[in-house]
Nanobody, 125 residues
Framework: QLQLVESGGGLVQPGESLRFSCAAS????????IGWFRQAPGKDRERVSC????????HYADSVKGRFTISRDNTKNTVNLQTNSLKPEDTGIYYC??????????????????WGKGTLVTVSS
């Protein structure tokens, strides 16, 4: 069974950090671009960051540039998202998704091939 599982969510105060991981089972991520998306309460899901299959190319939403860093370890079949200086507006459910085409993520399409079930992040004082 092909599956993506996110971990690392939680409740933090503004300014703190979290590190998310996306682990794959049933398939290898080597040939997939990976994206992190999030959905805030009452809002549409939005693209946060993308990384190409090789890790050579990355993309960030303007709202997270300089604060979030995406990385991948193909030897461990995982993709990570380091989030620093978190703000209340970063609150939401964070999903990882996989697609063979890096461009699918970069263009912000919601049509990635595989999706995880998400991990909840709450940034509040």
């Amino acid at each position: 069974q092909l599956q993506l599982v996110e971990s690392g969510g939680g409740l933090v105060q503004p300014g703190e950090s979290l590190r998310f991981s996306c682990a794959a089972s049933g398939f290898t991520l080597d040939y997939y671009g990976i994206g992190w998306f999030r959905q805030a309460p009452g809002k549409d899901r939005e693209r946060v960051s993308c990384i190409s299959s090789s890790g050579d190319f990355t993309h960030y939403a303007d709202s997270v540039k300089g604060r979030f860093t995406i990385s991948r370890d193909n030897t461990k079949n995982t993709v990570n998202l380091q989030t620093n200086s978190l703000k209340p507006e970063d609150t939401g459910i964070y999903y990882c998704a996989a697609d063979p085409a890096f461009s699918t993520c970069v263009t912000g399409r919601d049509s990635m091939d595989y999706w995880g079930k998400g991990t909840l992040v709450t940034v509040s004082s």
